[in-house]
């Protein structure tokens, strides 16, 4: 794995372990965790932690009703019959998105955005937050723009570069409505990005702003 400048901070990370995070920012820490030793093993410690806390607690008893219920959860899922990862899945795929992709990105249905990029969406989390792929060409760029809400981001294929730096396959990205930047895929290929936003950009430039009424009607 390549030595990654980005990563999900402290608190974060955390909240991944103790499983309280929306389903659409655990997915963007589990594409980076594939890519990031480093990560993996603070989470490895971070779960120990978890695990030592919990053994440490008083159990309490539990209703009957609760037991019942806990029960027929359990024989309802062992009647679900799973979906088997396709055979011709691409590798380099994350397995944390292979139940949105089947075999590879090329088979998606991607739509234009802009002259440069495109996006499909993967799915809405319960919180309204978007989880999409992005993908820009070679060279391409975002018009400038901030958020409405906090937006993260996982590079899966190539790189693009702002005005905070250069980030590479697997980098976690982090930006939020104080931010502004211009996104720049690298000319040498295309970038693909696992995007989650929980509200929709702005544009800040005189005509593309034009279009910002248009891009809050996508969100609750």
Known sequence: MDKLNNHP???????????????SQA????????????CARKLQRLNRVGTELMQQLTPSKASDDLKNRLLDRLDSLEDETPKHESARVDPSIPRCLRQFVDSSYDDLRWKWV??????????????GARVELLKI???????????????YTVIL?????????LYRKGDFIVRDRHDQHTPVATRDRECICLAVTEGPI?????ISRLLNPFLRRGYA
């Open 157 to 165: 294929e190539g790189s693009f570069s702002d005005e905070a730096g």
């Open 202 to 206: 702005q544009f800040t430039g005189p």
């Open 9 to 23: 901070y402290g608190e974060l990370l955390a909240s991944y372990s103790a499983g309280s995070l929306p389903l």
């Open 137 to 151: 060409k070679p060279g391409g760029s975002a018009k400038t723009h901030t958020h409405l809400g906090d937006e």
């Open 27 to 38: 997915l963007c820490i589990s594409a980076h965790l594939e890519h990031c030793d480093s």
């Open 114 to 127: 802009s002259a440069d990029i495109r996006s499909v969406e993967l799915c809405r989390d319960s919180n």
